[in-house]
């Protein structure tokens, strides 16, 4: 749910209130950008990508921090 504080738009989520323009940081410390909105369960850029709520990690004053998923093999398929 869309709140108002101090002419700020904030969304307070599981994951912890994520506010309108903090940067979506990466694992490996990039910015994927920045948020716009949150929406059914999804984190909407500036410029219109969206991620899942399910792929944060948490929040802090730097920004929204993404987590990990699996090792540095995760996604590249099983070798014989």
């Known amino acids: 749910m869309s709140q108002m504080h ?3 738009e904030v969304w307070t989520t599981v994951v912890g ?3 309108k323009g ?3 940081i990466a694992p490996d410390g ?3 950008g920045l948020v716009a909105a949150v929406k059914g369960g999804e984190i ?3 410029g219109g990508d969206s ?3 399910t792929l944060v990690d948490g929040v802090s004053e730097e920004g929204v921090l993404l987590q990990r998923r699996g090792d540095a093999t995760f996604g ?3 070798q014989p």
Do not use: D, K, Y
């Open 6 to 8: 101090s002419g700020e």
């Open 17 to 19: 209130t994520i506010r």
């Open 22 to 24: 903090m940067a979506v």
């Open 30 to 32: 990039s910015s994927l």
């Open 44 to 46: 909407l850029f500036e």
């Open 51 to 53: 991620i899942p709520l």
């Open 76 to 78: 590249l398929g099983a």
